[in-house]
Every structure is written in C-alpha cells, then in structure tokens.
C-alpha cells in the first residue's frame, strides 16, 4: 500500500517560511499526483498545490507567488516550500497522492492516499 508521512511543520510568525517534506513509499505506477491539503479548524479541507508525474503544477489562488511544490524522485519525497507565510495559512497540512494519467486537480475527493498530517501555525 502506498504510505504517505508528513514531516516539517512547526509555529512561526507572520512573513516567515516553512518546509513540509512528505516521503512516500509502497507505490507501484510511475503515473500519478501527488498533493498538498489544508484544513483549518471548522473549515473543510482544501487543496493547496499538487503535482504530476510529468512536473507540471497547480496552486490554490490564495498561495500563488508564496508556495512551491515540488517532487525529488531520487528521495522519493514531496515538498511544500512556504514563505511568506500569513496568520490564515495556520491548518493541518496533508501530503495526497494518487494514481492518475490525466491532469491533477486540486479536489480533495480525487486522491485516495493521504498522510497524517502535519501542523503548521502562524502568529501575526
């Protein structure tokens, strides 16, 4: 089975920057996205950034600019790098994943291994 781990998250202030790393293992298929999620206390989880097996990316809108996503095959490892990080960032990150031959989206309901999580909080 495909297990996902999340590692990296941690408090810090407003405008700083963080590294999530996810390292994956178990999985079978060279097709496949993989994601980042978030989910804030009463909100419901929301995709962040994801990326495919072929490199290309998307990000939620409210990230642009400030979070990348990336993937070291060698490592087997996805990362979210965040900076300039704001107090509505704060949520429970999780690393998904998903066999899939078409273009990733960022919608929770289309992966179907997920990690932990890990928490990531920002003061102002």
């Known amino acids: 089975q495909m297990q996902l781990v999340e590692s990296g998250g941690g408090s810090v202030q407003s405008g700083g920057s963080l590294r999530l790393s996810c390292a994956a293992s178990g999985y079978t298929f060279s097709s496949y996205c993989m994601g980042w999620f978030r989910q804030a206390p009463g909100k419901e989880r929301e995709g962040v950034a994801v990326?495919?097996?072929?490199?290309?990316?998307s990000y939620a809108d409210s990230v642009k600019g400030r979070f990348t996503i990336s993937l070291d095959n060698a490592k087997n490892t996805l990362y979210l790098q965040m900076n300039s990080l704001k107090p509505e960032d704060t949520a429970m990150y999780y690393c998904a994943a998903v066999y899939y031959w078409g273009s990733c989206l960022l919608l929770t309901d289309e992966y179907n291994y997920w990690g932990q999580g890990t928490q990531v909080t920002v003061s102002s």
């Open positions: 990326i495919g097996s072929d490199g290309s990316t």
